[in-house]
């Protein structure tokens, strides 16, 4: 039954599917009228059809109803539309225990696990100071929240369907894995019973399996009843002893050596955080026995309980019984036997079974599906058959309800499945010269996906489909990806070139960089203008090139003029050439004239033999030759000429010297 959008008790809007139990179907649902998100569970069809049970349920749920603790899953509501049974719970964001004992594949860390159970124990402790007994504590009823918190779900429920006719024939509830053995012979449950499933719980947690298991829920009852676990720390010796002995007291078969309490439970667990290798477990004598024996007086009891039970069994199975005398002989002697064990409640599973567990049928063959559906008495409907791209054709893909561990249905229940068709097939479309919209748009009408990139094309607009990768008309699978490669046009951009002459250099550079345009700077010297300004550039002013070309710009730099001493020093030319001995030291005769790049500087005699006051000037970094020239006053004639070529002009001191 499909619920989505349904709207119930005029205010739940079912909106999805979230989860499947063995007694309902789990919704996220809208709360209309205070405007938040809740969890509805709604019951299946086989436990709405039982008015005892409809009735005990309503009871029960109503009693849960009233528990408020940090670590139940609360309950908001319980209603009914025509035979549409639903409670209206909290929302949780998380994982079942199971799932992330799954998921580990392991042991869990044994100071996580025990956090986690002192939740639990204190939910439990909760509801048994309130009456309320669980009856069904297993890790599929145990949400963890994403911030690490448990959630107890589902109190009072279990006990509303084992005291219903709905457990015709001494069918149990629950799952038998976690069964205390009072619940597996169908006795008496109550408090301690909740607190040796806690015990089954904890050891899943701390060594990864279950401590009792076997090919049918038969024979893992029995082990429940008659033989004693592996011990967790043999399994996993990094368990703390402490931890160890809170297991095996939990689990101890008589309820007398058990914790009476999940206070007492709880105070153990709290002093095992704190000095876990401590003994402080008090088990009680029989701890340490190979089988645990169930007392005489337990079995009577059990098989008193167990005639009450059964007396309150199906009508249609009492009518059977009464007109058929000689089956109820033989009945009777086979129950009388197993009465004598304390175990009536299982021979009637045995014979009468009418819970079976969920097999999972997906990527079983149509066929296989069939024949495993008709050997557990259950109905197999074929929903649909879907494309897929994961199961071949032929192949179950899904099935409602959908598998879990230890998942229990009823007989001739009809689990409705999902057939695969296999890989569903298409053919390409031509996509190329279309606008990219319209590509997409077909390749989505033939199933199939879109991979887009983009690149410059000078002949094809901007837009349009130029190529893709897989030709057109060539057939593939749905929902395959088609790449296409889209025109962004030519990709040329083009700019103005700014205006630059008589702008500094830096100007310039930021004009041609805010124009995505580059610069190449070369120098001149123009006397004429300021020093850095631009004296012309290569492309016009207004002049339209493409983004990123270069512009080079003329910049002025003026050369900077220095002074240059000229030092002569003319001793011996002076001597060679200076009047004779007794001539008059300042006449004329004898004399020299210097000349300086063919500027006269002066006359030399004996009394002035050094020139310090020539100076030139030139611009730094221009090439000068300097030429001395020194000629006789009398006859004209040069008696002595050098020079110093390609003098560089420094900025620093210039001081050239001839001697």
Same mark, same amino acid.
């Given at each position: 039954?499909?619920?989505?959008?349904?709207?119930?008790?005029?205010?739940?809007?079912?909106?999805?599917?979230?989860?499947?139990?063995?007694?309902?179907?789990?919704?996220?649902?809208?709360?209309?009228?205070?405007? $938040?998100?809740?969890?509805?569970?709604?019951?299946?069809?086989?436990?709405?059809?039982?008015?005892?049970?409809?009735?005990?349920? $309503?009871?029960?749920?109503?009693?849960?109803?009233?528990?408020?603790?940090?670590?139940?899953?609360?309950?908001?509501?319980?209603?009914?539309?025509?035979?549409?049974?639903?409670?209206?719970?909290?929302?949780?964001?998380?994982?079942?225990?199971? #799932?992330?004992?799954?998921?580990?594949?392991?042991?869990?860390?044994?100071?996580?696990?025990?956090?986690?159970?002192?939740?639990?124990?204190?939910?439990?402790?909760?509801?048994?100071?309130?009456?309320?007994?669980?009856?069904?504590?297993?890790?599929?009823?145990?949400?963890?929240?994403?911030?690490?918190?448990?959630?107890?779900?589902?109190?009072?429920?279990?006990?509303?369907?084992?005291?219903?006719?709905?457990?015709?024939?001494?069918?149990?509830?629950?799952?038998?894995?976690?069964?205390?053995?009072?619940?597996?012979?169908?006795?008496?449950?109550?408090?301690?019973?909740?607190?040796?499933?806690?015990?089954?719980?904890?050891?899943?947690?701390?060594?990864?399996?279950?401590?009792?298991?076997?090919?049918?829920?038969?024979?893992?009852?029995?082990?429940?009843?008659?033989?004693?676990?592996?011990?967790?720390?043999?399994?996993?010796?990094?368990?703390?002893?402490?931890?160890?002995?809170?297991?095996?007291?939990?689990?101890?078969?008589? =309820?007398?050596?058990?914790?009476?309490?999940?206070?007492?439970?709880?105070?153990?667990?709290?002093?095992?955080?704190?000095?876990?290798?401590?003994?402080?477990?008090?088990?009680?004598?029989?701890?340490?026995?190979? =089988?645990?024996?169930?007392?005489?007086?337990?079995?009577?009891?059990?098989?008193?309980?167990?005639?009450?039970?059964?007396?309150?069994?199906?009508?249609?199975?009492?009518?059977?019984?009464?007109?058929?005398?000689?089956?109820?002989?033989?009945?009777?002697?086979?129950?009388?036997?197993?009465?004598?064990?304390?175990?009536?409640?299982?021979?009637?599973?045995?014979?009468?079974?009418?819970?079976?567990?969920?097999?999972?049928?997906?990527?079983?063959?149509?066929?296989?599906?069939?024949?495993?559906?008709?050997?557990?008495?259950?109905?197999?409907?074929?929903?649909?058959?879907?494309?897929?791209?994961?199961?071949?054709?032929?192949?179950?893909?899904?099935?409602?309800?959908?598998?879990?561990?230890?998942?229990?249905?009823?007989?001739?229940?009809?689990? =409705?499945?999902?057939?695969?068709?296999?890989?569903?097939?298409?053919?390409?479309?031509?996509?190329?010269?279309?606008?990219?919209?319209?590509?997409?748009?077909?390749?989505?009408?033939?199933?199939?996906?879109?991979?887009?990139?983009?690149?410059?094309?000078?002949?094809?607009?901007?837009?349009?489909?130029?190529?893709?990768?897989?030709?057109?008309?060539?057939?593939?699978?749905?929902?395959?990806?088609?790449?296409?490669?889209?025109?962004?046009?030519?990709?040329?951009?083009?700019?103005?070139?700014?205006?630059?002459?008589?702008?500094?250099?830096?100007?310039?550079?930021?004009?041609?960089? *805010?124009?995505?345009?580059?610069?190449?700077?070369?120098?001149?010297?123009?006397?004429?203008?300021?020093?850095?300004?631009?004296?012309?550039?290569?492309?016009?002013?207004?002049?339209?090139?493409?983004?990123?070309?270069?512009?080079?710009?003329?910049?002025?730099?003026?050369?900077?003029?220095?002074?240059?001493?000229?030092?002569?020093?003319?001793?011996?030319?002076?001597?060679?050439?200076?009047?004779?001995?007794?001539?008059?030291?300042?006449?004329?005769?004898?004399?020299?004239?210097?000349?300086?790049?063919?500027?006269? $500087?002066?006359?030399?005699?004996?009394?002035?033999?050094?020139?310090?006051?020539?100076?030139? *000037?030139?611009?730094?970094? *221009?090439?000068?030759?300097?030429?001395?020239?020194?000629?006789?006053?009398?006859?004209?004639?040069?008696?002595?000429? =050098?020079?110093?070529?390609?003098? #560089?002009?420094?900025?620093?001191?210039?001081?050239?010297?001839?001697?």
């Amino acid at each position: 039954m499909n619920l989505e959008g349904k709207i119930l008790g005029n205010r739940y809007e079912i909106i999805e599917k979230i989860g499947n139990g063995g007694m309902a179907t789990v919704y996220k649902s809208k709360d209309s009228v205070l405007n $938040r998100y809740v969890a509805i569970k709604v019951l299946r069809d086989e436990f709405t059809t039982d008015e005892e049970f409809i009735k005990r349920f $309503r009871i029960e749920a109503q009693s849960a109803a009233s528990l408020t603790h940090p670590n139940i899953v609360s309950i908001f509501d319980v209603g009914n539309e025509g035979s549409l049974y639903y409670i209206v719970m909290e929302l949780i964001k998380g994982k079942t225990l199971k #799932e992330i004992i799954t998921e580990e594949k392991g042991p869990l860390p044994w100071k996580w696990s025990l956090n986690i159970v002192i939740q639990i124990a204190s939910a439990l402790e909760m509801a048994h100071k309130n009456n309320i007994v669980h009856r069904d504590i297993k890790p599929h009823n145990i949400i963890i929240t994403e911030d690490g918190v448990a959630k107890v779900t589902d109190f009072g429920i279990a006990k509303a369907v084992s005291n219903s006719t709905i457990t015709a024939f001494g069918t149990t509830i629950g799952s038998v894995h976690y069964f205390s053995p009072e619940h597996a012979r169908g006795g008496y449950t109550d408090a301690k019973s909740d607190l040796y499933s806690l015990g089954v719980v904890m050891y899943e947690m701390l060594t990864g399996r279950v401590p009792f298991d076997a090919d049918t829920p038969v024979s893992v009852a029995l082990k429940h009843m008659q033989e004693k676990p592996v011990e967790p720390k043999e399994l996993n010796p990094s368990i703390p002893q402490s931890v160890n002995d809170i297991i095996m007291k939990a689990m101890q078969k008589d =309820t007398n050596l058990r914790y009476q309490s999940a206070t007492e439970m709880l105070k153990d667990l709290n002093e095992a955080l704190k000095s876990p290798e401590a003994n402080f477990v008090q088990i009680g004598e029989d701890m340490n026995a190979a =089988t645990q024996r169930i007392s005489t007086q337990e079995i009577q009891e059990a098989e008193r309980k167990a005639r009450e039970q059964n007396g309150k069994k199906p009508n249609k199975f009492k009518e059977l019984i009464l007109k058929h005398k000689v089956l109820s002989g033989i009945l009777g002697a086979i129950l009388l036997f197993f009465l004598v064990f304390g175990v009536s409640s299982l021979i009637f599973n045995m014979a009468f079974p009418d819970d079976v567990e969920l097999p999972n049928f997906v990527n079983m063959t149509k066929e296989e599906a069939e024949q495993t559906a008709e050997e557990l008495n259950l109905k197999l409907v074929i929903g649909s058959e879907e494309f897929s791209p994961d199961v071949e054709a032929g192949k179950i893909i899904s099935q409602d309800p959908e598998y879990q561990e230890n998942y229990m249905v009823k007989e001739r229940s009809e689990i =409705t499945v999902v057939v695969s068709k296999g890989t569903e097939k298409t053919t390409v479309p031509k996509v190329e010269g279309m606008t990219r919209e319209e590509a997409e748009k077909a390749l989505e009408e033939a199933n199939l996906t879109a991979e887009i990139t983009e690149e410059n094309d000078e002949e094809v607009e901007a837009g349009i489909v130029i190529s893709q990768d897989i030709d057109p008309n060539t057939e593939i699978d749905a929902g395959s990806v088609v790449k296409i490669v889209v025109s962004k046009g030519s990709g040329i951009v083009m700019v103005k070139v700014p205006s630059l002459v008589g702008k500094t250099e830096q100007e310039a550079k930021d004009l041609l960089e *805010s124009a995505n345009l580059e610069v190449n700077v070369v120098n001149d010297e123009d006397d004429s203008k300021d020093n850095g300004v631009v004296l012309r550039q290569n492309k016009d002013a207004g002049e339209e090139v493409e983004e990123g070309t270069t512009i080079t710009i003329t910049v002025n730099k003026v050369a900077e003029t220095k002074e240059i001493n000229v030092v002569v020093n003319v001793n011996e030319i002076i001597k060679k050439y200076a009047p004779s001995e007794g001539d008059d030291e300042d006449s004329e005769v004898g004399t020299v004239t210097v000349k300086v790049n063919n500027e006269t $500087r002066g006359n030399v005699s004996k009394s002035n033999t050094n020139f310090n006051d020539i100076k030139l *000037s030139g611009k730094v970094g *221009s090439k000068l030759t300097i030429t001395l020239e020194i000629i006789d006053s009398e006859t004209k004639e040069t008696i002595y000429s =050098t020079e110093k070529p390609n003098y #560089e002009v420094k900025s620093g001191n210039n001081t050239v010297t001839f001697s």
